[in-house]
């Protein structure tokens, strides 16, 4: 599969894709609502944070329970049943009068049925295009995810500033009914893609298989941890510029773009390898200035540069298919989700907390500053590898 025109002819694939995409907008529009929603009723940059991003804490849990059911269930039924229970979640955001801890609680809630929805989501994205598609694919759906976050930051923002974040939580809450919809009307019905029931001693398992290899482990550590940290810069967004977030955000996801069109579409598959931890450190390195407060140009133009490198997780996310057995592919792929999420939702509430103590502002750059130094520490332990292996081959 070489080209975005053999994948829209791909049967099933166009309306997965119309289907994530409202889930996107439907996700991005929420997000800056309920962050906007709980940022005025507390003015606190933790509480913003956690709202925006705290889904994503309670993935790890999802990653060592429930992470079975990825492979366990029924593609089409997983992916109908998530989204409607994300519009009920959704729409009970928007009740008036709702607590701050009732509010998070159902964020928490839906973070951890969105812990075995992004393993059912890319192990049937697999399924449908196949190994040697997956990447190309998946850029796709990056690029989709950027396009729609600016879609949806910028429809959100304007709800949020000419009517209220309630009414674009109601909005977000439509648009997930109308990703189920989709769904159930555009997708086949497939059976499951490992025989057996979810159990937490199946998940257990696979985890222990994919994380005994050490070349998995640093791929996962790669895609988690320097990325996670950066989401933890932009989980301040609303707090650094509480009138021009949307705009960051929608920068962001543009850069996000261009960086998945980068690795998708521009470098030939024999260069990708190399690009991968220079990627990750063009995605921390634009954050370090933010201590100097710049202005909301200069910022949104390094937010564009830095999140060009996000396109460092293809690069990555095929490494990790290509390492991991058909069979385990929706569980891989879905602990990548899951601790990515998690990991996400970690920075958001370290990032903020570093905020309420000092500002905003350091708690980016010292954010973006850990990122650089986990990259360049995987840098040198993948170096470390690439010269073991001649020695054990010369030795045996």
């Not at 997983?78 to 409607?84: D, H, N, V």
């Not at 950066?230 to 707090?239: A, D, K, N, R, T």
């Not at 133009?301 to 830095?306: G, K, M, P, R, S």
Request: aromatic share 6%; hydrophobic share 55%.
């Amino acid at each position: 599969m070489r080209s975005y025109r053999d994948l829209f002819r791909t049967p099933e694939f166009t309306p997965f894709f119309l289907a994530a995409s409202a889930q996107t907008v439907a996700q991005t529009m929420g997000g800056l609502a309920l962050g906007t929603l709980v940022y005025r009723a507390t003015e606190s940059p933790l509480l913003s944070a956690v709202s925006m991003f705290g889904s994503s804490l309670v993935q790890v849990l999802g990653a060592a329970f429930l992470l079975s059911a990825a492979d366990r269930l029924p593609p089409r039924a997983a992916l109908t049943a998530l989204p409607l229970l994300f519009a009920a979640g959704t729409a009970a955001l928007a009740l008036p009068g709702l607590p701050i801890w009732a509010l998070l609680a159902i964020v928490l809630a839906m973070g951890l049925a969105k812990s075995v929805g992004g393993g059912v989501r890319w192990g049937l994205l697999n399924e449908i295009l196949s190994k040697d598609g997956y990447l190309l694919g998946r850029s796709v759906f990056n690029m989709m995810s950027g396009l729609m976050q600016i879609a949806g930051y910028a429809t959100g923002g304007a709800l949020v500033a000419l009517l209220s974040p309630r009414v674009s939580l109601l909005v977000a809450a439509a648009l997930y009914v109308a990703a189920a919809t989709v769904v159930r009307l555009g997708l086949t019905r497939r059976p499951p893609r490992t025989a057996g029931r979810p159990s937490v001693a199946a998940t257990w398992r696979a985890n222990a298989l994919l994380w005994s290899s050490a070349h998995r482990r640093q791929v996962y550590l790669a895609l988690w941890i320097p990325n996670g940290l950066i989401v933890g810069c932009e989980s301040l967004y609303v707090s650094y510029a509480p009138e021009s977030a949307g705009t960051l955000f929608a920068c962001a996801a543009l850069g996000m773009l261009a960086g998945d069109v980068l690795v998708g579409r521009l470098l030939p598959p024999r260069l990708r390898p190399r690009f991968g931890f220079p990627l990750l450190l063009l995605l921390a390195v634009p954050y370090v200035p933010f201590l100097l407060h710049p202005e909301l140009p200069l910022a949104a133009a390094a937010v564009t540069l830095a999140s060009v490198g996000f396109g460092a997780s293809l690069v990555q996310q095929e490494r990790l298919v290509a390492l991991t057995p058909d069979d385990l592919t929706g569980h891989a792929l879905g602990l990548h989700s899951a601790g990515m999420l998690t990991m996400q939702g970690v920075a958001a509430a370290l990032a903020g907390s570093v905020a309420q103590l000092t500002s905003p502002a350091v708690a980016m750059t010292a954010m973006a500053a850990v990122s650089t130094g986990v990259t360049l520490s995987l840098m040198a332990a993948g170096r470390r590898e690439e010269r073991a292996v001649p020695a054990v081959a010369r030795q045996s």
